[in-house]
């Protein structure tokens, strides 16, 4: 067991985060992770069932935001990298309860950062190995861009307008992490990609809630009119991104991940309710349950990604369009609900 390549992954019994340490021990059978995750609401450790504790893989319960805990992990683990997923992640939240989302989202960032610096400053990486060697790889969204019209594309370039305090929250981080790199000339690379769905989503996030609605015989809810567009991406595939920017991206970098999928609110109800009416037919069609509610305020109208960084410097592709990721996603949900 070599201590060089103790990963410490944050936010690992989230959505992404759980899917992504199944897809990074399942590819590396060299490489130990160590959770931390806080276990808020949104953690569940039942997404990391498929592993169990023991030589490459630890969970521990704690906070990002907690110094002595974090500077005693790097001690105990000598981590050689670290992949940031923890944060607070519902927009709807953040516009209710902003205070857990500066916490834990800036100032659980620059903890994590500062510490990693502390410990890592007296190793300085070699940009030619790459590897995960003393790199901090930092998992953002493509909120931070504020909204787009009816055209254009969101690339590194973008200027940051984001109009959330969750997206307020992700940007404050981003920035931090880029001055760690500018400032201290640490190794670090962030991540921004757009709406992941897929299987493990927490229930209150759009697809487990229609899909979960739908099948409870429940008024399906759509924000306004449906038409505000997201660029899907299923969780796998942001996996595949992360994992290649850990490996293989330049340190300072910023990859914007997007597979190429916009799709508005209501299509993306009705293709559900088509899919759950092929699968598990009822007496009449799932869209009848479809209902339009008050919009959410300041809803950006629509996300869209320019990929093509991270295509080609780093050979990414996203293997699944919308309608093949969510057949599978909704086979997982009936699994889940045993129906
Ligand atoms: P999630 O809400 O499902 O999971 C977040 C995890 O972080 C949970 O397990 C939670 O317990 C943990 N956590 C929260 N606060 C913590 C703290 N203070 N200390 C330790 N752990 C804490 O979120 P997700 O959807 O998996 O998102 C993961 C990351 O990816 C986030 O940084 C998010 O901003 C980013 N992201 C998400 C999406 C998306 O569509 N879900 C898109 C782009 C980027």
Known sequence: KSKAKTILVTGGAGFIGSNFI????????NIKVVNLDKLTYAGELSNLNELSIGENYEFIEGDICDSKLVNDLFITYQFSGVIHFAAESHVDNSIKHP????????????NLLNIAKSHWQNAPFDYKEGCEKNRFLHISTDEVYGTLGKTGLFTEETPYAPNSPYSASKASSDFIVRSYFHTYGMNVVTTNCSNNYGPKQHDEKLIPTIIRKALQNDQIPIYGDGKNIRD????????????????????GETYNIGGNNERDNLYIAH????ILDDLKPKDKPYSK???????RPGHDFRYAIDASKIENELDWAADENFETGILK??????KKYKI
């Open 232 to 251: 899907w991406l299923y969780v796998e595939d942001h996996c595949k991104g992360i994992n290649l920017a850990f490996q293989k991206g330049k340190a």
């Open 329 to 334: 996603t909704i086979k997982w949900y009936l």
């Open 99 to 110: 205070d857990a989302f500066i916490n834990t989202n800036v100032y659980g960032t620059f």
């Open 289 to 295: 349950q479809i209902t339009f509610v008050s919009d």
């Open 271 to 274: 293709k559900i309710c088509d």
């Open 22 to 29: 199944v897809y990074f021990l399942n590819n590396y059978k």
